[in-house]
């Protein structure tokens, strides 16, 4: 049996029906995310002091990119506090199902935002600015803020979460990698989702709201899109949803085709090295520059950032697919669809580099705790705790690992793909192991 | 039923988001901290702390961004080491009204003698007044340009030996009185002996000796330690100019701009090179003058309101031992 279908254990399925253990994670992290606002805003104003900077930047990325986007793909999403209060207020209701009346403008986003590229300006941007926000509390602050608030406002304007779907920063790269991951949400039998009338897990009904995320749960093939809300399962009626476990990077085998995805992709990928370089690096003078912002050292580097991003990589990565196949003319969609193979390579990347800067980091996690504030306070007895470094004798050994594990799986992928783009997967291949090599170098 | 559990959470759900904006506003609002960050980016918040004659002043310190320290002028207490990020504390007590300087104590930046504030203490009955010195300073008394060049007229080879030159002044009618060491200058003792008879390197050694008559060897171990703490990061360890930040100030000096024209440029400039000879050239007094006034927009600060009369005088004469053998 390929697939493990969790919601066949009673135990589960009441606890994915029932909005309320969900309503407590997602209220616990809802005070989580606005006590970070406010402790960046008023908390210590130095960065690995304030709880803010070190819950947020390394704790919960900690978590999110070395276990939940991995082994959950979107769970992460589903109890993301940034757009509860929006989802609240459009809804009407907390627990209730929305109101057949429209609360407020339910406009649907344009066709021609329906897609990732607005996702990945603002991934963009963020990384851009990532030196600042990153270490100054009161910009994270202000950035927490204005998502919470986007969050907030979009709701007002569009159906459905307009945010999550087409701006979050974060929720494009985490739907591209949730192809990988070993959990899914999808349909028991198509044919009951043929049948069933009214669509309510699309539209909604009295038992909950139409899919949030503007997925029609039954013609659902990938996780890219689906943000493990699972109102769906509450909504319908004929007990067809299912949450499955299966082997890793199976939406992988049938590659979107869409040029916005393959960005992501090159972003995402392009981003881990520069952030190896330049923020665990000891090229002081990089840093300064990004740091520097607005200041013509950071115009350089900004051009440099972008040129590696759109131009460097998609350019390399497109005469490696042209290389694969010189007869055929490299389209959109051959070229988006070869570019599948960066996405377990992207992951990894992330996975690698964020070990080293995680595992550099944690002990801040244990000081901030016991002071979260800045006030001198010791709650746990750890606010003294001096910081070093952790497991560092194991992070270069399992860097690496994560890395050519990284590059193998990519090869599979390149291997798997290139039969449906009818291309040989060699060069793309070497231009794996290119930019495998180089992060290692950066990184170890 | 259904309505009545979503209003139960509706209540609850605004409860403890309430709960959780007002705990850390009003903890933060509770709780005075003053934070410390380099001079260019604000220095002392706040720089002014009241506080009443008779009651303990307990002080809450963070820094912002580097370690700084913390000390109150002519008091003696132990500096306050301030991390970045975390709190540290203090409690004073005043025993008498009057206006105190604070300052840091780490070499934070280029600006770090900015850093200065004042704490108020105030006794009821009276109005606040300045706690320092307020005797006339004897700069002021001796008519004194602090601001004039002072080149010295004559100076020694080698180095004069002190101790050589006790042998000479001893049983000879030499004047080696506090007053007279003070208000003339080396290179003018040098030429008051020139009666004496004695060679130019005799004279010479008889100027180090009069300067160690007026000095110990506890106040120079003071005036040592003093010049090492607050002085050596502009004038450099052995006084020669090449302090850490020397190189910035000049340059912040050069870039600002700000230079007054006229017989002296008021701008920051290059730290003093104080082994050089024109040192000799200035009195004990025009020394002293200099550190209790500060160099009135060059760079070098004031110290009239963090060093004592006795401090001031024993780093006065601890610059003179670069140019003096003991």
């Known amino acids: ?444 | 039923m259904k309505r009545t559990s979503e209003q139960v959470t509706r209540l609850l759900v605004a409860i403890f988001l309430v709960g959780i904006v007002a705990f850390p506003v009003v903890a933060w609002a509770r709780t005075t901290l003053i934070h410390a960050s380099m001079a260019e980016t604000g220095g002392w918040s706040p720089d002014v702390i009241r506080g009443n004659l008779g009651q303990p002043l307990h002080l809450r310190f963070t820094s912002d961004d580097v370690m700084h320290g913390f000390a109150v002028g002519q008091m003696d207490m132990q500096a306050v080491d301030i991390e970045p990020g975390k709190v540290s504390e203090v409690t004073l007590s005043f025993d008498k009204p009057g206006i105190y300087t604070f300052y840091c104590t780490r070499w934070c930046g280029m600006n770090h003698w900015r850093m200065r504030g004042t704490i108020e203490i105030s006794d009821a009955s009276e109005a606040p007044t300045q706690g320092s010195n307020l005797e006339i300073p004897l700069f002021v008394s001796l008519g004194l340009n602090l601001d004039a060049p002072h080149p010295a007229e004559a100076w020694p080879a080698s180095k004069p030996s002190a101790q050589r030159g006790m042998e000479l002044i001893q049983g000879a009618d030499i004047d080696t009185y506090s007053s007279t060491y003070q208000s003339t200058s080396p290179a003018g003792m040098f030429e008051k002996l020139s009666t004496s008879g004695w060679s130019e390197s005799q004279r010479w050694d008889a100027v180090a000796a009069i300067w160690q008559t007026n000095t110990s060897t506890e106040g120079l171990a003071e005036g040592r330690r003093l010049f090492a703490q607050n002085c050596a990061a502009c004038h450099g360890e052995n006084g020669d100019g090449n302090g850490v930040f020397a190189g910035q100030l000049e340059a912040a000096g050069m870039a600002s701009g700000q230079g007054m024209a006229g017989s002296q440029d008021m701008r920051m400039t290059r730290p003093a090179d104080l082994t050089r000879p024109d040192l000799l050239g200035a009195s004990p007094a025009l020394l002293q003058g200099k550190l209790l006034r500060g160099g009135m927009g060059t760079g070098m600060p004031m110290w009239g309101s963090i060093f004592t009369d006795e401090q001031l005088w024993n780093l006065v004469a601890y610059l003179y031992s670069f140019h003096y053998e003991p």
């Open chain 1, 1 to 444: 049996m390929r697939k493990l279908e969790l919601t066949r254990s009673p135990f589960i399925k009441k606890a994915l029906k029932s909005r309320i253990p969900q309503l407590i994670v997602l209220v616990v992290m809802l005070t989580g995310f606005i006590f970070a606002i406010l402790a960046g805003s008023t908390g210590s104003r130095v960065g690995s002091q304030n709880f803010g900077i070190v819950f947020v930047w390394i704790a919960w990325w900690a978590v999110l990119i070395l276990v939940a986007v991995p082994f959950f793909g979107r769970g992460w999403c589903g109890v993301c506090p940034i757009p509860v209060v929006g989802d609240w207020l459009q809804r009407g209701a907390i627990l209730d199902p929305a109101a057949r009346k429209p609360k407020w403008l339910k406009l649907r986003v344009p066709g021609r935002l329906r897609n990732m590229w607005i996702q990945n300006l603002s991934f963009t941007l963020v990384a851009l600015f990532s030196s600042v926000i990153l270490t100054i509390p009161l910009v994270t602050s202000v950035v927490l803020a204005a998502m919470l608030f986007l969050a907030i406002g979009l709701s007002m304007i569009f159906e459905r979460r307009a945010f999550c779907r087409y701006l979050c920063p974060v929720g494009g790269f985490i739907g591209l990698y949730s192809q990988t991951s070993p959990l899914e949400l999808r349909i028991k039998e198509k044919k009951v989702c043929a049948r069933c009338e009214g669509k309510p897990c699309y539209n909604g009904s009295d038992l909950g709201s139409g899919c949030p995320w503007d997925v029609f749960p039954g013609g659902l093939s990938k996780n890219t899109y689906c943000g493990l809300c699972l109102e769906c399962i509450r909504t319908c009626p004929h007990d067809n949803i299912a949450v499955n476990l299966r082997p890793f990077s199976e939406d992988l085998a049938s590659p979107s085709g869409k040029l916005d995805e393959a960005f992501k992709a090159f972003i995402m990928l392009a981003a881990a090295m520069i952030y190896a370089f330049v923020l665990m690096g000891s090229n002081g003078a990089v840093k300064l520059a990004a740091f520097s912002i607005f200041s013509p050292e950071w115009f350089l580097y900004a051009a440099s950032f972008l040129t590696v991003m759109f131009i460097l990589l998609p350019g390399t990565f497109w005469l490696a697919v042209q290389a694969g196949n010189y007869k055929l003319p490299v389209t959109g969609k051959r070229f988006a669809s070869a570019s599948t193979a960066l996405i377990p390579l992207g992951l990894m990347f992330w996975v690698a580099f964020s070990l080293s800067f995680v595992m550099t980091n944690a002990t801040y996690i244990a000081a901030v705790l016991s002071d979260p504030l800045g006030l001198g306070w010791n709650l746990f007895g750890t606010a003294a705790i001096t910081w070093q470094p952790l497991f560092t004798a194991w992070v270069l050994p399992a860097q690496t690992l994560v890395l050519v594990g990284g590059l193998f799986w990519s090869a599979r992928t390149a291997w798997k793909t290139s039969q449906q783009v009818n291309i040989n997967p060699i060069p793309v291949i070497g231009l794996c192991l290119l930019v495998t090599v180089l992060m290692l170098g950066l990184l170890l």
